[in-house]
Structures are given as C-alpha cells and as structure tokens.
C-alpha cells in the first residue's frame, strides 16, 4: 500500500500572512489540526500546527485587555511561527515507510509533495484507518491472537489448514513475538466458529493468546 491510495486530498492550505486567529478559527471549522503553508506559486514553503498556533497565543495569566489582545494577535502572521523545516513524502512512499518517519520524528502528518505542490497530506488518523482495515476490526468473524514459530514455511501450513476447514481469512497482521525465535500474529477469520478455529491452528502455534468473536 502506498500513501497516495490512503493520503487525504485535496489539501487546505494556507499563505505565510495570514494572522494566526484566522488560521485557528479555520482549523476549528475543517477539524485539522495542521496546515501547509505555500507561497503565490502554489510551492510548499512550510507546515504549522494547532499546537504551534496555541503556544502562540498568550495564556490566561495575562494582563492585557481584551482590545490589547486582539490588536496584538492580529499582527501575529504565520510567517512568524510555522516552521520550514518540513519532511516530506511523495504519492508513491510506502505507507509503513510514512508511519516510520512519523514515529521517528514524533510528528503528526506528512505532506505528500509533487514538484514542490502538495497533492496530498498523510496523517495519523489515516494510519489508524489503515490499522483498522489491516486487522479487520469493522468486519465480523473470529479474532485470535497466537504466537507461531518464527521458521520459513509455518505461517504457510498455518493459514492452509485455515483454508482446509472451510474458514476464510479476512485480515492478518504479524507484530513481534516474546523473542526472536517466534512471531505473534493476529487472525480475523469468519466461516468457521472460535473452538473450530483453535483446534485446526493449534498443531502449527506455540500458544493461543486471544481469542473473540465480533459481530
């Protein structure tokens, strides 16, 4: 999977001079939380955040009148806080790969750039759509959590024998087991009921952790 199949398009975006009160109210009325920034020729020049427009905004200690405040915040550009030093990825990145840059640099989104324009933005909130589908955890049927031998070939007999039974896989996901020497994996299985399902996979799995039905 790619990030053009699950990045969010099109894109708002903003210009350096807007104030920062209007970048606000705008996030609130779109319900984002980050906001390109390009210059008159549509390039990407930058990225600011509700978290950037927040801290730029004075705290409730303050001593100014309500007019001082508002005469001073409309002067504030986004000019003055958006950073420019942005990552970015393009249409074609791996998704694993934009959720690893995103881990790594503890950022929440990641334009998707062309020729400097951007086409699209990639978010946590996409990836945790992307979970959902990856895991099946809007569909019914039997999910079951198990750790298998981490040896070429066992998943393979795992998901035959699975198949063999009548059972038909709808996701499945491998994380990282209690060592190097084997893997947990998670199963959304419909077509066949949970004690079915634990008797056909037990010959190929070191221990069933989980197992539910959801409907």
Not at 60 to 75: F, M, P, R, V, W
Request: charged share 25%; hydrophobic share 40%; net charge negative.
């Amino acid at each position: 999977m790619l990030v053009g199949e699950r990045m969010t398009h099109p894109v708002i975006t903003i210009r350096p001079k807007m104030p920062i009160h209007d970048a606000l109210n705008l996030m609130k009325k779109e319900h984002i939380r980050r906001l390109p920034v390009v210059d008159k020729k549509g390039n990407l020049v930058a990225m600011v955040s509700e978290s950037d427009l927040l801290h730029a905004s004075p705290s409730d200690a303050t001593s100014l009148s309500i007019y001082e405040l508002n005469y001073l915040l409309s002067k504030i550009t986004i000019s003055h806080i958006m950073s420019t030093d942005v990552i970015t990825v393009d249409k074609e990145t791996p998704i694993e790969e934009a959720a690893r840059i995103m881990a790594d640099n503890k950022i929440g989104g990641l334009p998707v750039v062309l020729n400097k324009k951007v086409v699209g933005i990639i978010t946590e909130t996409d990836l945790f759509r992307v979970f959902l589908e990856m895991l099946g955890a809007r569909e019914p049927g039997v999910r079951i959590a198990a750790l298998v031998p981490n040896t070429p070939g066992e998943l393979a007999k795992l998901t035959k024998a699975i198949f063999d039974e009548g059972g038909n896989i709808i996701a499945l996901g491998t994380f990282q087991g209690q060592s190097s020497e084997n893997r947990e994996i998670t199963l959304k299985v419909s077509g066949i009921n949970s004690e079915v399902l634990k008797k056909t996979i037990e010959p190929y799995i070191e221990q069933i952790i989980d197992v539910r039905e959801s409907i």
